[in-house]
Structure formats: C-alpha cells, structure tokens
T-cell receptor
Framework: AQKITQTQPGMFVQEKEAVTLDCTYDTSDQSYGLFWYKQPSSGEMIFLIYQGSYDEQNATEGRYSLNFQKARKSANLVISASQLGDSAMYFCAMRESYNFNKFYFGSGTKLNVKP | ETGVTQTPRHLVMGMTNKKSLKCEQHLGHNAMYWYKQSAKKPLELMFVYNFKEQTENNSVPSRFSPECPNSSHLFLHLHTLQPEDSALYLC??????????????FGEGSRLTVL
C-alpha cells in the first residue's frame, strides 16, 4: 500500500486566491512527521512546512498552512493569496518514528497559478 | 542557496562511460541521501548515510555505487548505466535525532541523460 497519496496530478488557481492541495497518508505508527515540499522547474526541493503527529495545532508558515486531520489521516496544504511564483510541483512526505532517515513521498501535484 | 551543492548540474553519458555525481553540504548535518526522480514517479530513495555509515540501500542496482568519505560529502559513482537510468538525481541532508523537525535539505539536482 502507498504510504502517501496525492490524488491531484494538476491544479489551477487564480492569482490571489487560496488553494488546497490534498494529501492522505497510511501508517500504523503513533508518532510521525508530515512535510510539504515545493519543487520549481529549477529542480530544487524546498521545504515548506512540518506537522508532527502529536501537534495539537495546525502548522502555519506565512502563507502556508497545514490542515491536519489525524483521524482521517489527511494533511492538506493550504496556500493563501496565491502568487505566480507559487507555480511548481508540490510533494507531501511522511517520516515514521522508528526510522528517522526514511521519508515517504507522494507523486506530487503540479500547481499552476493563473494571472 | 540551500547549503547543499550538487555537481554537475547536467550530465550526458554513454552506456559504457564511468562518471560520478558529487554532493556537498555546509549545514553540519549528519545524514546524507541520494534520491532518484523520474518523470511521473514519486521520489525513490536510493541510499542513506548516517555519520558516514550506509544505513539504507533501497535495492539499487550495483551500477550505482555510493561513497561517503565524511559527513559533508557524498558521491554517486555511475558505470554501465542504462537509458532508463536517465533521471534527476537529488542529494539531500538532514540532522537526525530528536531535536528539531529533521527535515531534508535538498540540492538542485543533477540531471542525468544516458544515451
């Protein structure tokens, strides 16, 4: 079974609007971490936001927030006030507690921001 | 600049060539990783080194040979590759342990084309 599922291969959003990128995960571990990365066309993967499984509040970093619903095993990324520079691939990832070096990545969502 | 530098950024090689990819991190991290990114596939973990010791080898063919001489440098030696090995090879580093989130910091990748 896939550990991370991103069901949206591509998304369009109008500039200045908010967009939600979906991510669901599969684990039996009680302690785990969830990450979102952005990959522009240049290739570099840029860390955006982190959510720990025991964190009671949803993580926020500037225009990024993570809608964490533990019971549903979902960790959706919300980007508010989209900018043209947000056009990129976005990857959700998970790390379980028993192997701190093993990250599972989803297949990604390509976001296009329209002017 | 992310603190993780990969060279070369682009490499074209024939199936009989021998070449190497280099990665250097300036972040004081103890773990380094090689990932393979092919079109329309999730990131594939290839190798992990923790304090210079290899801790993960994700069933990678022997034509890929990693080397980690110290915690700051990581190499991927390539020989007798196949055209299906053409991909973006991403190096990453992280600080393991329970302090902080331990997110991956990525380089900009080495785009490999095997003719």
């Amino acid at each position: 079974a896939q550990k991370i599922t991103q069901t949206q291969p591509g998304m369009f959003v109008q500039e200045k609007e908010a967009v939600t990128l979906d991510c669901t995960y599969d684990t039996s571990d009680q302690s785990y971490g969830l990450f979102w990365y952005k990959q522009p066309s240049s290739g570099e993967m840029i860390f955006l936001i982190y959510q720990g499984s025991y964190d009671e509040q949803n993580a926020t970093e500037g225009r990024y927030s993570l809608n964490f619903q533990k019971a549903r095993k979902s960790a959706n990324l919300v980007i508010s006030a989209s900018q043209l520079g947000d056009s990129a691939m976005y990857f959700c990832a998970m790390r379980e507690s028993y192997n701190f070096n093993k990250f599972y990545f989803g297949s990604g969502t390509k976001l296009n921001v329209k002017p | 600049e992310t603190g993780v530098t990969q060279t070369p950024r682009h490499l074209v090689m024939g199936m009989t060539n021998k070449k190497s990819l280099k990665c250097e991190q300036h972040l004081g991290h103890n773990a380094m990783y090689w990932y393979k990114q092919s079109a329309k596939k999730p990131l594939e973990l290839m190798f992990v080194y923790n304090f210079k010791e290899q801790t993960e080898n994700n069933s990678v063919p022997s034509r890929f040979s990693p080397e980690c001489p110290n915690s700051s440098h990581l190499f991927l030696h390539l020989h007798t590759l196949q055209p299906e090995d053409s991909a973006l090879y991403l190096c990453a580093s992280s600080r393991t342990g329970r302090l902080g989130t331990g997110e991956l910091f990525f380089g900009e990748g080495s785009r490999l084309t095997v003719l």
